[in-house]
Structure formats: C-alpha cells, structure tokens
C-alpha cells in the first residue's frame, strides 16, 4: 500500500479515498430454518459514521463479518466502488470481540505484528498508545493487562495501520467513560480526514451521522 | 513479504518465550529415544538394526506434539481474522507459520539425530544420511500436519483427530526417509529414496499450503 | 460474491426432487441386486470350478475382489462429490459424500477380513505386510479419518467443506501412498511365506466374479439412496424442529 506515507500530512492519507464507496445489495444470512435479514442494502462512503443497532441476535456482528469478507452472505454482494483491482481486505480494519492480541508478547510487539501484517508503520506505536491513554503499557506483556487495558491497546492499532475503512464491532465494551469519550473522538477525526466507520454498538456515539437497524429484519426461511 | 516475516517473526518469538520453545520438541524426542532400550532390552545390536525406523517415528510424532494448537491459537485470539486483511495471500502467511514450526521443531530434531543416533549404537556411516533425511523429509511431515491442523481449527480437542488425518498421509515420507538411513546402514546406494524423498517434500510444499489455506478460510463460512 | 438467489431456489428443491426419485426407485433397484446376488454367488459357488491350487478357498475371491473394487470407486465417487460441495456448493453433494462414506468404508473392511481369511489357508497367517493388504489398510484409515472428521464439526456446512477438502488431499495422496507401499514392498519381501503371484483366473470365473461386481454395485447405489433419504430427511425435520422452536 503505497498511500501510507502520505499519513501525517493536513488532511492524511485519506483523502486520497474520499471517491471509496462500501456498498451492499440484497444481502441475506440464513442461519438455519430462518434469515436473520434479507434484501439488506447499505452503502458506506467517505466521512461516514454508521452505527449499527439492533437486540442480541440480530446479526449485527455477523454483517460485519460479511462487510469484512470473512464469510460469504446466502445471497446478495459486497463490493468495494473505487478501489481498483485492489484486495478489498487491504483497506479496511476489522475490530471484534477477540482482539488479536497474545498475551504472550508485550504490547508494543503485539502492535508491531500486525503493523507488518497489515502494512502500518512501527514507529507510531508509542504515540498511539498514548492517545488511547495507556503509553505506560508499552512493554508489559498483555497478560498482565487489565481487560479494559487489553482492549485499548488493541484499539491503538487503528492508529498503527492507516485504513480508510473502519469496521468496529462492540468497540466500547468494557471501556470506561473516559476512554469511550477517547475512542468517540478518534471514530470523528477518522471521519473528518476522508475515512469512513461502521460502530456496533448500544452505547450513543457521539461521531454518529448515519444509523442502520438491523431490528425486526429476521424472517423464516421458505 | 512483510506481512510474511511478520508472522514468521512472531511464531518464532512466540515459541521462544512459550517457555522451553525449540528445546520442548527436541525433550520430547529424547524421552521417545531414551525408552526405546527398556521397551525392547539391552540388545545392541537389535537397537542399532531398528535405529533409523525408531528415530523417523520419534520425528513424526514430536511433529505431531503441539501441532493441533498451530491455528486454533490464532483463531481464538482473532488472529486469524487480521491474517485475512493483510492484502496479501493467506497461503503466504500458512507458509510462514509451516516454517516457524518446522525452525523450531524439524530442524533441531534433524541436527540433534546423530547424537541421539550414537545412543542407538547407529552405524557411523549412517549418521550423516540419517541426519540428511531428517532434513530433507521433516519440512514435509509439518507441511502435512498442517493441512490436518487447518482442518481441526475449530475442534476443542482436535489433537488426536489431527493424528488420524495426518500419520496415514505421512506413510510415504516415513518409508523413504527410514529407507535413506537403512541403506546407508547397510553401505548400499541412497541416492534413490533421497531423490523420492525430495519429491514427495516438493510435492507437500506445492499442496499442502494452498489446502491448508482453503481449509481455514472454509471453516469460517 | 455472487447472487445466489436462483441458488437457493435449487437448494430448496433438489432434495425433494432427490427424494421423490428415491422413493420410486429404491423397491426396484433391491429386488434387482438381490436377483444379481443369488445369480452371482449361484455361479461362485456351484458352477467355477475349485482352484487346482487354492481350492475351494479360492471362493472367498467372488467377495473380496468386488468389495476391494467397491472400496476404490467409493472414494472416487467421494472425491467427485467433495468437488460438487466445493465448487457448486451444491447441497446434495454433501449428503452424498456424507453417507458414502461409511458404505465405502464397510467395503474396505470387508476386502480386509475376507483377504486376512483368505490369507489364512493360502499363507498360513491372518495378516501379511504384502503390499496391496497394506494400502487397504492405509485407504481404511482414511476412511476412518473423513468419518471422524465429519462427526467432530458439529455445524453441518463446516464439517461438509472440511470433509470435502479432506477427501481430496486423502485422493491426491492415495496414488503416492500405493506408489511409496508397493516399493517398500519390494524391500521388505518376506523370504519365509509362500506367495502367489496372483491366481491366473480361470475362464468359468470371471463370469461369475464380473456378476458379483455388477451385484456390489448396485448394492451400494441401493443403500446409498435408501442412506442419502434418510439424511435429507432427517435435515428438514431439524429444520422444522427448530421453526417450531422459534415460533412458541
């Protein structure tokens, strides 16, 4: 990914992509004797911040996978508009429930791991951190961290690796206000440099501009 | 490339601080080696005939040892789901993960073997073409067992599953890589199961990443 | 990503179509391999005449040769069908691949403890390392391991890609596996054991061998109908099952 040196410049690196659309048609998941929606059709474009609601079960964390390409849908299609031929998955970030830390190594090699793995840069490790608020945390094994900690130092890879698109899914759990008002703030400067989020959460967030329900979608299947 | 000596980077690190890391494989080898005299007695010369087959099988299971925990660590974690975003190949980054494990567990055991040999009362020409084989024939037992740990990724206790897939796979390795040493032993040529030896290495290298690969990304959908 | 509307549509019809043929042809297709059965061992055991060398053992021959051939066209069938779950998703592929497999595995068990009986008079051992007994033994392990396999994932659409992609690594590796145990064979030739060179099949045989071939067949392709109804049935009581759940 050669757009990554542009980072740190007014504006970033992102504007770079303000023509990326993340578009989805007719998309279905059926899980068993019934769809958990069908015919869902979105569309996330620069400067965007969606968030994604709806109760337990609803298939929130599951349309987020799809968005991601980890999982086909049953029907439907995710495209990427601007992209190019580029891999899909090289522009975006995946957050989940399992953060992609080993507790095993520190904080900084968790972080320098996935800055190779996902093409970021080393050197931002110590400041991102810091915005998170936990620069302290450097070079103590994540084993050691707290879950509320663990979560923050795996949330500084947003920062590590420049990705326009932002897929979050439950990003605040287990954080406290300080911290969701931190993350808040850095979903909304995502937004204002070009980038674009899609949050899952029940929590109000205030970078929102856009909202997608996903409840009462669920139907039986035929 | 670089996510490729990222994850390679931080499977060998892993192994490292995972305690005893390289040193576990090659204990485990040595406890297989060291029973082997109460098992079948004192006989040196019995032990020294069945060297060579008791050093390959001890290889094939200290492959084994550990090896249903390759991806289902990743996979607990959300690794596995970062490895898919890197933009590159996953069979890339399987291949990354293959050579991590077989640093730490084929190339110590391949190294160590004539050592081990010696307390097997090995032929001493034999020792170096016992080695050689383990060389040569240890890349392609990881290469195996990880299309079988691909495939167990989402079982809880895939271990002894994993075992049944990947030993009968393994046949072939095992008959040429014994026969290397056996005709070495036995001052005849081993040119011919080197060269099959090599094949069957090269052929688990074009296959078994790409298998490995579709499995993982199989068993999320 | 591709639309898979019309897909789904398939989905939902193929079994039934499957099922409504299976239930219109499965009465037929028994009273025919039962036919070919008597008609078959009638011939093995009253027309070909005993092995001037083997015997009456040599009868053991009329099950084992057409259970050995049922257990390579098995897996053949097998491997084609892990292609139809890879490529085409195509439901039905699983469910054929899925009760194939203990079928093609009962074959296999069958050439083995016919061969080891046969074994017994023509060897004197139950068990000999000859090469083709040893490869037998290698395709029932894995046939043992697509069963395991397939019983340890519990999601049904995992467990039947995991599977396929397991028939087809164990299909591209049987040739190798035969390749590397038939050389090893040649190494390892027991100098005590009287062997054969294979018996030179005499003409009233292979009538009698090539009926009994037929008979295998069409035993397997009964079962495995009679198998593959019941597996279709089976996933839509569950789905049923769990329709009903919801609604309460």
Known sequence: MPHINIAGLPGGFLTTFSSLRLVALGLAVRRGPRFLFRGLDMSLASGQVMQLTGPNGSGKSTLIRLLAGFSPPDAGTVRLEGAGEEHPGAFLHYFGHREGLRPALTAREN????????????????????????????DLPVRVLSEGQRRRVALARLLVVDRPIWLLDEPLASLDVEAIATVSGLVAEHAKAGGMALVATHQPLAATNATLDLSGRREAAA | ?????????????????????????????????????????????????????????????????????????????????????????????????????????????????????????????????????????????????????ALTVSLNRGGLLLSLLVVPTAIPTLIFGVAVAKAAAEGRDFAMPLTVLCGTTLFALAISPIAAALALRQARG | MTDQTSGSLLRLANPAVFNRLADRLI??????????????????????????????????????????????????????????????????????????????????????????????????????????????????????GVIALQQAIEEPNRAARAVAILTLVGAVNLPIIKFSVDWWSTLHQPASVFRMDGPTIHGSMLGPLFIMGIAFLMLYITLLMLFMRAEVMNRRAERLELLAAEAD
């Open chain 2, 1 to 149: 490339m670089s996510a490729f000596s990222a994850v390679l980077k931080r499977d060998l690190r892993l192994a490292r601080r995972a305690g005893a890391g390289a040193s576990l494989g090659l204990m485990f080898f040595l406890v297989l080696i060291a029973i082997v005299p109460f098992a079948i007695g004192a006989d040196q010369k019995l032990i020294s005939r069945l060297a060579p087959a008791l050093l390959w099988i001890a290889a094939l299971l200290a492959t084994l040892l550990g090896l249903d925990r390759l991806f289902q660590a990743d996979e607990e974690d959300g690794a596995l789901d970062q490895f898919l975003l890197s933009g590159g190949s996953l069979t890339m980054l399987v291949l990354a993960k293959a050579l991590a494990h077989w640093l730490v567990t084929g190339l110590p055991l391949s190294l160590a073997a004539p050592v081990l040999g010696l307390m097997l009362a090995i032929e001493p020409q034999a020792m170096l073409p016992l080695s050689l084989s383990l060389l040569v024939g240890t890349p392609a037992l990881t290469l195996i067992g990880l299309v079988g740990a």
């Open chain 3, 27 to 144: 009465a037929p297709f028994a009273v025919l391999t039962l036919l070919l059965f008597v008609w078959g061992l009638y011939g093995a055991f009253f027309v070909s005449p005993p092995d001037y060398q083997q015997g009456e053992t040599i009868r053991i021959m009329f099950i084992h040769v057409p259970s050995a051939w049922m257990a390579m066209f098995v897996y053949a069938g097998m491997s084609l069908s892990a292609l139809g779950t890879l490529i085409w998703r195509h439901p039905m592929a699983d469910v054929a691949q899925k009760c194939a497999a203990p079928l093609g595995a009962g074959f296999t068990l069958l050439c083995l403890v016919t061969g080891s009986l046969w074994g017994k008079p023509m060897w004197g051992t139950w068990w000999e390392w000859d090469a083709r007994m040893t490869s037998v033994l290698v395709m029932f392990l894995i046939y043992i």
């Open chain 1, 111 to 138: 972080l320098a791991f996935l800055a190779g793995l996902l093409g970021g840069d080393e050197a931002r490790i110590p400041d991102a951190l810091g915005k998170l608020g936990v620069a302290r945390l450097l």
